[in-house]
C-alpha cells in the first residue's frame, strides 16, 4: 500500500461533457484503452535494477548479481525482494527502457519532459490517453499525486487533495461546513443564481466576442458544470461512496476502482518516496522495495477487477543519479532515466542502453540494441510508443518522436 507520507487529499478540477456515458469503447490492437502512470519523483539510481555497471570503476554499483525473470535481465542487491517478487509475477508484460536522455538535470524541468514529451508546457501522456479514448467518462483523468499535468485539458481532470470539491460533491456530510450550517437554496434561488450566470455570459460574448480566452474560460465553466452533475448521477451505488476515499492514501485501490467502475480513462498516481538521494543513496533500495510492493498490489487490485487486461501501465522516474558517491554518501542528478511500460501487446524485454560510464548509447528501434547508427532515446519516444501500444496513432500525437518497436510486440 503506498506510503502515506506527505499526501494530502487535494482540489478537484471539475470540467466535464454533457453527455455522460454512452459513447463505445474504441477498438484497439494491444487491447489496452485504460493507461495509469505510475511516477518516482525525485530521481532513481537506475544502477539499483535496471541499468548496473558492476565492475565499471567510473560507476557505484550496489553490491549484487543479475538475476533473470523471463525476458528480463535485472540487478539483484538482496535488499529488494518484493522488488524480484513482482518482476517473477508480471515479467511476461514488461519491457524496461534504459538510456532515455532528459537533456536538463532540474527537477521541474526533466519531469515536464518526462511526462509530457516536450520542453514547453503542454498535456502529460495520461491526459492526451483520457481525451482520445474516454472524454465521456465522468472524470477522464483522475490524478493521485501533484506531479500530473493536464495543461489545456484541465476541464477532463479531477485531483484529490486538501480542498476537495469531490468529497462535497458525493458525500457533503465530509464537507466544510457541515450540513446541518450550511445554507441550502431554495429552487427560486437556484433559478436566479443560474439566470445571473448565464446573463453573465451572454454579456460576455456580445462585450467582447467568444475568441480566445474568454471562449476557452466560458467552455470549461460550462463543462465544469455538466461534469459535477455527471459525477451526481455516477456517485449512487459506486467507489465514491466509499468514504474511505476522502480519508486514505490506498490510491492504489482508488485507482483500480476509477478505472474498472468506467470513472475514468487514466490515472496518475504519484510515490510518496523520497528518491532525491543526494545523501544516503543506499535509500533508493528500500525506495524500489516499497515501490514495487505498491505495483504488486496495483496490478493484483487491476486483476481482481478484471481490467488488466485492459490497461497499460508506464513506470517512470524524471532523472536517474550520478554514477558515483558524492561526500555525502549520496549521488547527485543525472540526465538520463529509465522507464518500465507494462501492459497487453508489450514485448518483454530490456531495451536501450548505457555505457561504462552512465551515459546513453544510440539503439536500434527495431532490435532495442546498441547500434552507433541508431537512434538518441528521448523521453517523447517513450510516450510514443506507450500510445501506439494502446492503437492510438503515435505521429499525431507525438510528430517528433519515434516508436521503440522493439518493445511492440
Not at 460533491?169 to 427560486?188: C, D, G, I, K, Y
Not at 486483476?303 to 490497461?311: H, Q, R, S, Y
Request: proline letters at 4%; glycine letters at 10%; charged letters at 20%.
Amino acid at each position: 500500500m503506498t506510503s502515506r507520507r506527505n499526501f494530502m487529499l487535494g482540489s478537484l478540477g471539475l470540467g466535464g461533457l454533457a453527455a455522460f456515458g454512452g459513447l463505445p469503447r474504441l477498438a484497439h490492437a494491444s487491447g489496452a484503452s485504460r493507461l495509469i502512470v505510475y511516477f518516482a519523483y525525485g530521481g532513481w539510481d537506475t544502477t539499483y535494477l535496471f541499468d548496473p555497471k558492476p565492475g565499471s570503476p567510473d560507476v557505484d554499483t550496489a553490491d549484487g548479481d543479475w538475476v533473470t525473470h523471463g525476458d528480463l535481465r535485472l540487478w539483484d542487491t538482496g535488499l529488494m525482494p518484493r522488488t524480484h517478487d513482482f518482476f517473477a509475477e508480471w515479467a511476461d508484460r514488461i519491457a524496461v527502457i534504459n538510456g532515455i536522455s532528459v537533456n536538463s538535470l532540474v527537477h521541474e524541468e526533466c519531469a515536464r519532459r518526462v511526462l509530457t514529451g516536450a520542453s514547453k508546457t503542454q498535456a502529460d501522456v495520461a491526459s492526451v490517453a483520457a481525451a482520445a479514448l474516454g472524454p465521456h467518462r465522468p472524470v477522464p483523468y483522475f490524478t493521485l499525486g501533484a506531479n500530473a499535468r493536464s495543461f489545456g485539458q484541465e476541464a477532463q481532470a479531477a485531483t484529490l487533495g486538501i480542498a476537495n470539491q469531490l468529497q462535497s460533491l458525493v458525500v457533503p456530510e465530509l464537507a466544510w461546513p457541515t450540513a446541518a450550517e450550511r445554507f441550502a437554496p431554495s429552487t427560486a434561488q437556484d433559478d436566479a443564481v443560474a439566470a445571473y450566470l448565464s446573463g453573465r455570459a451572454n454579456q460576455l460574448g456580445a462585450d467582447r466576442g467568444l475568441r480566445g480566452s474568454n471562449a476557452t474560460r466560458l467552455a470549461d465553466y460550462a463543462e465544469s458544470l455538466d461534469r459535477a452533475e455527471q459525477i451526481r448521477q455516477f456517485a449512487p451505488g459506486s467507489f465514491l461512496e466509499d468514504w474511505s476515499l476522502y480519508n486514505s492514501y490506498d490510491s492504489v485501490s482508488h485507482a483500480a476502482a476509477a478505472l474498472a467502475e468506467d470513472f475514468s480513462q487514466a490515472v496518475f498516481i504519484s510515490d510518496q518516496g523520497f528518491w532525491d538521494t543526494h545523501g544516503g543513496n543506499r535509500q533508493q533500495a528500500s525506495l524500489f522495495n516499497d515501490m514495487s510492493g505498491n505495483l504488486s498490489s496495483l496490478f493484483e487490485a487491476l486483476t481482481l477487477a478484471g481490467i488488466v487486461d485492459d490497461t497499460m501501465v508506464l513506470v517512470v522516474s524524471e532523472m536517474g543519479r550520478a554514477p558515483l558517491i558524492n561526500a555525502t554518501n549520496g549521488k547527485d542528478h543525472w540526465p538520463y532515466t529509465s522507464a518500465m511500460v507494462i501492459g497487453p501487446g508489450v514485448r518483454p524485454g530490456v531495451y536501450g542502453s548505457t555505457d561504462d560510464s552512465l551515459r546513453q548509447q544510440r539503439i536500434d528501434l527495431h532490435s532495442g540494441g546498441q547500434s552507433d547508427s541508431g537512434h538518441a532515446l528521448q523521453t517523447r519516444d517513450v510516450l510514443a510508443t506507450v500510445v501506439e501500444l494502446m492503437g492510438l496513432d503515435a505521429a499525431e500525437h507525438y510528430p517528433d518522436a519515434e516508436v521503440i518497436h522493439a518493445a511492440v510486440g
